[in-house]
């Protein structure tokens, strides 16, 4: 009798990435609770150290101990790479060293980086993998180096640590820093060498690998996909939407920012609007300085960056097209249109599954966390779940006033904004294939979500 085999069975992409999260954040965890990484010498409460590797791998930024104060190199060091995996994706990660040492992909383990790449098919993906993991490191070391030039005269040897741990967190959008070391983050208002450095990583990282890809490629094909245009040009409108809302603050309440001259105040204001997308890094607490600000910051926040990168938020190509299926709706028009491209419909269901499944957790979140902690201002825990949510690390202080149960609450906040929240729902199906598979936008492929 011919001996059958069995297919192999597909991975679940979602499935794969988030266990493989928590794998990082559960060794991430036991690594910083040792008393080898904390500067005290002594064991650091397995809440906080889960909350601190939580935050990291998921490029958060919400820390509930400080990050120079409290945890000693070896520490940073862990942080450091809690980030770099968090930011690529740790599938992407183990891929590109298999291919650094010559090692064989095989179709299972391609499907799974199409998975966290949001790109489908087995074509490309290796090239593309390479080409990803090239720029990171280039972007990431540029960045270093040019900060080191201010960093090192300042902070010696450490000073090369510093720029390095800073390139790869703003790269990552994760907001993690060591500069709780004198004035702080905020004594470099004025050194446009390190925040500009800083704006640009987290800016080139949070549009995404695809887009990357597509304007590197631009000179060789004179092609712009779709998706690359709704990243740059709403990218750009939601940074001035910020950028004015943010700088009116500064303006309008002189007294938190008299000492600051009008250079300074733009400056700021340029680089709260890029961060607030996903990055979480603050030179002023211009974002804090009253409820308008904070509204702001929460709307900038939800959105967040691109498909595919390293930051968060429900991306502005579902905010596109949502946008789109209102102006449909208002024209009476049967389909939703970008830029002369019919949207298909399972693109419009999903954006809509994306929006309503993110504001339905941020209410319960909201919810367990206010029932609580009653006696904190209702903006501030919104604030922070948010922030959580969308993997920015904006924080009003609230993580480390609140009990044990709300912080486990913000953890897997930002582990749900990491995977996202549809990805998260496709964990606990079955890992067969199917549905509508028909290409909308002829000559791209959009990603949402």
Same mark, same amino acid.
């Given at each position: 009798m011919p001996i059958i085999k069995k297919k192999a069975k597909q991975p679940n992409p979602a499935r794969t990435l988030t266990l493989s999260l928590l794998a990082v954040i559960c060794t991430g965890t036991v690594l910083l609770c040792l008393p080898c990484s904390s500067k005290s010498g002594q064991w650091t409460d397995i809440v906080d150290c889960f909350f601190t590797a939580t935050s990291a791998t998921s490029t958060t930024g919400i820390t509930v101990v400080e990050t120079f104060a409290h945890w000693n190199i070896f520490g940073q060091i862990v942080l450091l790479f809690m980030m770099q995996i968090g930011g690529l994706g740790l599938v992407i990660?183990?891929?590109?060293?298999?291919?650094?040492?010559?090692?064989?992909?095989?179709?299972?383990?391609?499907?799974?980086?199409?998975? #966290? /790449?949001?790109?489908?098919? @087995?074509?490309?993906?290796k090239r593309? @993998?390479?080409?990803?993991?090239?720029?990171? /490191?280039?972007? #990431? /070391?540029?960045?270093?180096? *040019?900060?080191? @030039?201010?960093?090192?005269?300042?902070?010696?040897?450490?000073? *090369?640590?510093?720029?390095?741990?800073?390139?790869?967190?703003?790269?990552?959008?994760?907001?993690?820093d060591l500069f709780g070391i004198g004035d702080g983050f905020s004594g470099y208002?004025?050194?446009?060498?390190v925040h500009m450095v800083i704006a640009a990583l987290v800016f080139i990282g949070g549009i995404g690998f695809v887009v990357w890809d597509n304007v590197r490629n631009y000179f060789k094909t004179k092609r712009i996909l779709m998706h690359t245009k709704l990243v740059l040009i709403y990218s750009g409108a939601l940074f001035a939407i910020g950028f004015f809302a943010y700088f009116l603050v500064t303006m309008l309440h002189g007294e938190k920012f008299g000492g600051m001259s009008i250079p300074d105040k733009l400056l700021c204001s340029a680089f709260t609007s890029v961060s607030?997308?996903?990055?979480? @890094?603050?030179?002023?607490? *211009?974002? /804090?300085a009253n409820d308008f600000s904070k509204l702001v910051t929460i709307g900038l926040m939800f959105i967040g960056?691109?498909?595919?990168?390293?930051?968060?938020?429900?991306?502005?190509t579902t905010l596109a097209i949502l946008l789109a299926t209102v102006a449909a709706s208002i024209r009476g028009r049967d389909d939703a249109r970008l830029y002369g491209h019919r949207v298909h419909k399972r693109l419009v269901y999903k954006a809509i599954t994306v929006l309503m499944l993110s504001v339905g957790f941020i209410i319960i979140c909201f919810a367990i966390i206010y029932l609580l902690n009653p006696e904190l201002p209702e903006v501030d825990i919104l604030y922070e779940i948010i922030s959580a949510f969308t993997t920015t690390g904006f924080s009003t202080g609230l993580s480390s006033k609140v009990d044990t149960v709300s912080k486990l609450m913000l953890c897997f906040a930002m582990l749900v904004g990491r995977v996202g929240p549809v990805s998260l729902l496709l964990t606990f199906t079955s890992d067969k294939g199917g549905g509508d598979k028909d290409k909308i936008l002829p000559d791209c492929e959009l990603l949402i979500g």
């Open positions: 990660i183990l891929t590109f060293f298999n291919y650094a040492l010559g090692r064989k992909m095989g179709i299972m383990k391609a499907n799974a980086i199409a998975g #966290e /790449l949001s790109v489908t098919g @087995f074509v490309g993906v593309l @993998f390479i080409r990803i993991g090239t720029y990171t /490191l280039i972007m #990431e /070391l540029v960045g270093a180096a *040019i900060m080191c @030039f201010t960093l090192v005269p300042q902070y010696g040897g450490y000073g *090369i640590f510093m720029a390095v741990f800073t390139s790869v967190s703003a790269f990552c959008n994760a907001g993690l208002s004025s050194t446009p060498q607030a997308r996903s990055a979480g @890094f603050n030179i002023m607490d *211009i974002g /804090l960056s691109g498909p595919a990168s390293t930051g968060g938020g429900i991306r502005v």
